[in-house]
C-alpha cells in the first residue's frame, strides 16, 4: 500500500468520525426539540384547564369602591387627588395617611376619572401600574430592577438567541410599563435611597437611560430598537402617585418638592360603620344595628370594616341568611382575637392640675393627651419632673436621622419662666408633669396645655373636663402655632370635648367644616384661661387680669 492510499483511507477515517460526530449532534437537537416541544404541549393543555377553573370574585373585590364617590370621609383629600390628577395639567402627588383608609382605592380610581375628562393628555389606553416599594428588591449590578428596568446582558444565563450573539438587552421596568399613564408606588416611604435618586432622574428626563458594557454603536448586528434605547433612552413619561404611612418628613425633600401633597385622615367611627353599611350592601347582605355597633368598638379603619364584614358575611351566607347578626360580629371579633379599639376620652369631671391636651401621631392620627400636674411647696427653688415622655427623640428619614432631647423638656421651662414673670410662684413649688397613656408628646404643642394645668394647680383652679387645647406658648405667653390642628380638632370631638382651643395663626375656613365643636382660636394665654378654667373669679397679677379662684383648696 502506497503513502498516498494511506493518507486517503485516514482521511476517509476521519471523515466519517467528523460526519458521525455532526449526524449526533443534529439528532440530539432534533430529540432535545422534540422533548422540549412535547413538554411544552403538556404545560399549554395545564394552562388550559387552568383557564377553564374560575372561582366567583372574592368578597373582598365586590366590595372595594367602584367610583370616587364611594370612598368614605376623605372628601377634601380626594377632591385635591382631582385637582391634581384630572386637570389638562397632571401633577405628580405624594398621598399620606394611616393605613386601610382608601388611599390606594383612590389612586386606583382617579384615573379612570382623569380619562373622562376630554382635555386630560390621559387616553383612553393610559396604563395604571402598581407597584410596593417594599417588594421592589433591585440589584445593585443592574441585572434585575422592578421598578427603573433594567440591562440583561449576553453573559446571564437565559439571555436567548441574543445572547448568543452577543447583544445587551435593556428590560422594562415600571415607569417604563407606566408611559402615558399614572404609575402608583405603595409605601413610596420605604424605597432604598438608590431607588429613590434613581426615580428621580426619570421624573426629571422622562426617560431611562441604560448603559452596557456590552454595548456598541458600531455592531451591526445590534438590532435598531436596541440601538434606539441605548442612544435615546426608553420613554418613561408618566405621573406618579405615591401613598405613605411615614411622617412628610421622613420622605425625602427632592421628590416631595417635585409633588403636589394629599392628606388623606383617619376615619371617624361613624365613617367606619358608613364603609361597613356599604360594604355589606354590595355582599347583598343586611346588617343589624347591634351588629354595627360590634363592629364600630374593634374596626379601626376602613380596611379592618370590611374584613370583619367579609367574613360575617360569609357565616351568614352559609347559614342560609341574608342579615349579619350581633353574634355574628362577635364571632368574628372572638375568632380573629380582635382587641378594642380605645381612644382617649375627656375627664368625667373638672379637676385641678388635669388638662385635655392634644396630640398627632402619624400622619394623620390625632389624640386627646391627658396631662396631669402636681405642684408641692418646696423651701429652696422648685424642681421639675416629667414623666411619660421620651427622653429622646428620632427624627429624619432612612438617609439622614438626628437624636435631639425631647423638646417637651424644654417647652416646660417656657412655661415656667412665664408664669413667673406674671407673678404666679411657679419656683417655689417642686412641679410633676405626667402623661400618662404612652401617647407620644409631639414637641412644643403642649406648652399651653403645661402653663394651664402649672397655673391651675398653684391657684387651685379646676381645669373644664369637656374643653381640649393646643398651642406653643412663648416666654411672653403668646400662643404660637402648631401643626396637625384639624387632626387635633377633630380627636378632641372625638374624644367628647365640647370646646377646642387653638393658637389664632392655626384658624383656617376648614375649621368651621368640623361641627359639634366648639372651636376657639387665642392668641395668648390671659384670652386662653377664661376658655379653660372652671371659676369665674378675676384677680389680677403685676396689670394683668387673669382667672382665679383662691378659695378653692382642692380637687
Ligand atoms: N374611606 C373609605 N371608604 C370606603 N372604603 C374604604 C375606605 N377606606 C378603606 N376602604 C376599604 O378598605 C379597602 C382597603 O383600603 P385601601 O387599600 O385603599 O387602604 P390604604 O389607605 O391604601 O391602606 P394601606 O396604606 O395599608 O395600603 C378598600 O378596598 C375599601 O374596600
Not at 413667673?420 to 396645655?449: C, M, Q, R, T, W
Not at 402649672?454 to 416666654?475: C, F, L
Not at 390671659?526 to 373669679?537: S, Y
Given at each position: 500500500?502506497?503513502?498516498?492510499?494511506?493518507?486517503?483511507?485516514?482521511?476517509l477515517?476521519?471523515?466519517?468520525?467528523?460526519?458521525?460526530y455532526?449526524w449526533?449532534?443534529?439528532?440530539?437537537?432534533?430529540?432535545?426539540k422534540?422533548?422540549?416541544?412535547?413538554?411544552?404541549?403538556?404545560?399549554?393543555?395545564?394552562?388550559?384547564?387552568?383557564?377553564?377553573?374560575?372561582?366567583?370574585?372574592?368578597?373582598?373585590?365586590?366590595?372595594?369602591?367602584?367610583?370616587?364617590?364611594?370612598?368614605?370621609?376623605?372628601?377634601?383629600?380626594?377632591?385635591?387627588?382631582?385637582?391634581?390628577?384630572?386637570?389638562?395639567?397632571?401633577?405628580?402627588?405624594?398621598?399620606?395617611?394611616?393605613?386601610g383608609?382608601?388611599?390606594?382605592?383612590?389612586?386606583?380610581?382617579?384615573?379612570?376619572?382623569?380619562?373622562?375628562?376630554?382635555?386630560?393628555?390621559?387616553?383612553?389606553?393610559?396604563?395604571?401600574?402598581?407597584?410596593?416599594?417594599?417588594t421592589?428588591?433591585?440589584?445593585?449590578?443592574?441585572?434585575?430592577?422592578?421598578?427603573?428596568?433594567?440591562?440583561?446582558?449576553p453573559?446571564?444565563?437565559?439571555?436567548?438567541?441574543?445572547g448568543?450573539?452577543g447583544?445587551?438587552?435593556?428590560?422594562?421596568?415600571?415607569?417604563?410599563?407606566?408611559?402615558?399613564?399614572?404609575?402608583?408606588?405603595?409605601?413610596?416611604?420605604?424605597?432604598?435611597?438608590?431607588?429613590?435618586n434613581?426615580?428621580?432622574?426619570?421624573?426629571?428626563?422622562?426617560?431611562?437611560?441604560?448603559?452596557?458594557?456590552?454595548?456598541?454603536?458600531?455592531?451591526?448586528?445590534?438590532?435598531t430598537?436596541?440601538h434606539?434605547?441605548?442612544k435615546?433612552?426608553?420613554?418613561?413619561?408618566?405621573?406618579?402617585?405615591?401613598?405613605?404611612?411615614?411622617?412628610?418628613?421622613?420622605?425625602?425633600?427632592?421628590i416631595?418638592?417635585?409633588?403636589?401633597?394629599?392628606f388623606?385622615?383617619?376615619?371617624?367611627?361613624?365613617?367606619?360603620?358608613?364603609?361597613?353599611?356599604?360594604a355589606?350592601?354590595?355582599?347583598?347582605?343586611?346588617i343589624?344595628?347591634?351588629?354595627?355597633?360590634?363592629?364600630?368598638?374593634?374596626a379601626?379603619?376602613?380596611r379592618?370594616s370590611?374584613?370583619?364584614?367579609?367574613?360575617?358575611a360569609?357565616?351568614?351566607?352559609?347559614?342560609?341568611?341574608?342579615?349579619?347578626?350581633?353574634?355574628?360580629?362577635?364571632w368574628?371579633?372572638?375568632?380573629?382575637?380582635?382587641?378594642?379599639?380605645?381612644?382617649?376620652?375627656?375627664?368625667?369631671?373638672?379637676?385641678?392640675?388635669?388638662?385635655?391636651?392634644?396630640?398627632?401621631?402619624?400622619p394623620?392620627?390625632?389624640?386627646?393627651l391627658?396631662?396631669?400636674?402636681?405642684?408641692?411647696?418646696?423651701?429652696?427653688?422648685?424642681?421639675?419632673?416629667?414623666?411619660g415622655?421620651?427622653?429622646?427623640e428620632?427624627i429624619?428619614?432612612?438617609?439622614?436621622?438626628?437624636?435631639?432631647?425631647?423638646?417637651?423638656?424644654?417647652?416646660?421651662?417656657?412655661?415656667?419662666?412665664f408664669?413667673?414673670?406674671?407673678?404666679?410662684?411657679?419656683?417655689?413649688?417642686?412641679?410633676?408633669?405626667?402623661?400618662?397613656?404612652?401617647?407620644?408628646?409631639?414637641?412644643?404643642?403642649?406648652?399651653?396645655?403645661?402653663?394651664?394645668g402649672?397655673?391651675?394647680?398653684?391657684?387651685?383652679?379646676?381645669?373644664?373636663?369637656?374643653?381640649?387645647?393646643?398651642?406653643?406658648?412663648?416666654?411672653y405667653?403668646?400662643?404660637k402655632?402648631?401643626?396637625?390642628?384639624?387632626?387635633?380638632?377633630?380627636?378632641?370631638?372625638?374624644?367628647?370635648?365640647?370646646?377646642?382651643?387653638?393658637?389664632k395663626?392655626?384658624?383656617?375656613?376648614?375649621?368651621?367644616?368640623?361641627?359639634?365643636?366648639?372651636i376657639?382660636?387665642?392668641?395668648?394665654f390671659?384670652?386662653?384661661?377664661?376658655?379653660?378654667?372652671?371659676?369665674?373669679?378675676k384677680?389680677?397679677?403685676?396689670?394683668?387680669?387673669?382667672?382665679?379662684?383662691?378659695?378653692?383648696?382642692?380637687?
Open positions: 500500500m502506497d503513502l498516498v492510499s494511506i493518507v486517503v483511507i485516514i482521511q477515517f476521519f471523515g466519517i468520525v467528523i460526519g458521525l455532526f449526533n449532534l443534529l439528532k440530539s437537537q432534533r430529540t432535545n422534540s422533548s422540549i416541544n412535547k413538554e411544552s404541549e403538556k404545560e399549554m393543555n395545564k394552562l388550559r384547564e387552568m383557564k377553564q377553573i374560575q372561582l366567583t370574585a372574592p368578597l373582598s373585590e365586590r366590595i372595594r369602591p367602584g367610583d370616587l364617590n364611594e370612598i368614605i370621609g376623605q372628601e377634601d383629600g380626594i377632591q385635591a387627588l382631582r385637582a391634581a390628577i384630572c386637570s389638562s395639567n397632571p401633577q405628580h402627588v405624594i398621598i399620606y395617611g394611616p393605613p383608609i382608601g388611599k390606594t382605592a383612590a389612586a386606583r380610581l382617579v384615573l379612570e376619572e382623569a380619562k373622562r375628562n376630554a382635555n386630560s393628555p390621559f387616553r383612553g389606553t393610559s396604563p395604571f401600574i402598581e407597584i410596593d416599594a417594599t421592589a428588591r433591585f440589584d445593585e449590578r443592574g441585572v434585575a430592577d422592578p421598578l427603573i428596568g433594567s440591562v440583561h446582558d453573559i446571564y444565563q437565559g439571555a436567548g438567541a441574543m448568543q450573539a447583544i445587551p438587552q435593556p428590560k422594562r421596568g415600571a415607569v417604563s410599563n407606566a408611559h402615558g399613564g399614572v404609575l402608583f408606588i405603595d409605601e413610596i416611604g420605604e424605597l432604598h435611597p438608590i431607588q429613590m434613581k426615580l428621580l432622574k426619570v421624573l426629571e428626563d422622562r426617560k431611562v437611560l441604560y448603559e452596557s458594557a456590552y454595548y456598541s454603536e458600531e455592531n451591526s448586528n445590534i438590532p430598537h436596541i434606539q434605547i441605548f435615546n433612552g426608553l420613554p418613561a413619561d408618566f405621573r406618579l402617585i405615591g401613598a405613605t404611612t411615614r411622617m412628610p418628613e421622613e420622605i425625602p425633600p427632592a416631595r418638592s417635585r409633588c403636589l401633597e394629599i388623606f385622615r383617619e376615619l371617624e367611627p361613624e365613617e367606619i360603620i358608613r364603609v361597613a353599611e356599604r355589606s350592601k354590595k355582599v347583598n347582605c343586611k343589624d344595628n347591634d351588629a354595627l355597633e360590634v363592629l364600630s368598638i374593634y379601626r379603619n376602613g379592618e370590611v374584613n370583619m364584614i367579609q367574613i360575617a360569609s357565616i351568614a351566607m352559609k347559614e342560609g341568611r341574608d342579615q349579619i347578626s350581633q353574634a355574628d360580629m362577635e368574628v371579633v372572638d375568632s380573629s382575637r380582635l382587641s378594642p379599639r380605645i381612644k382617649p376620652k375627656v375627664f368625667p369631671v373638672s379637676r385641678v392640675g388635669k388638662v385635655n391636651g392634644l396630640a398627632v401621631q402619624g394623620s392620627t390625632g389624640n386627646l391627658e396631662i396631669e400636674i402636681l405642684v408641692l411647696p418646696c423651701v429652696t427653688n422648685g424642681k421639675i419632673t416629667i414623666t415622655i421620651a427622653e429622646e428620632t429624619g428619614g432612612q438617609s439622614k436621622q438626628i437624636k435631639r432631647k425631647s423638646m417637651a423638656r424644654g417647652s416646660i421651662e417656657n412655661v415656667m419662666t408664669l413667673k414673670s406674671i407673678g404666679v410662684p411657679a419656683h417655689e413649688y417642686d412641679v410633676h408633669v405626667n402623661f400618662p397613656g404612652g401617647i407620644p408628646v409631639d414637641g412644643p404643642s403642649a406648652g399651653l396645655a403645661m402653663a394651664v402649672i397655673y391651675s394647680s398653684i391657684q387651685k383652679i379646676p381645669v373644664r373636663y369637656d374643653t381640649a387645647m393646643t398651642g406653643e406658648i412663648s416666654i405667653g403668646e400662643v402655632p402648631i401643626g396637625g390642628v384639624l387632626t387635633k380638632i377633630r380627636a378632641a370631638k372625638q374624644a367628647g370635648a365640647k370646646r377646642v382651643v387653638i393658637p395663626a392655626n384658624y383656617q375656613a376648614m375649621c368651621d367644616k368640623i361641627t359639634g365643636i366648639e376657639c382660636p387665642v392668641e395668648s390671659k384670652e386662653a384661661l377664661p376658655l379653660i378654667l372652671e371659676a369665674e373669679n384677680s389680677t397679677i403685676n396689670g394683668e387680669t387673669f382667672v382665679s379662684n383662691p378659695s378653692m383648696k382642692s380637687s
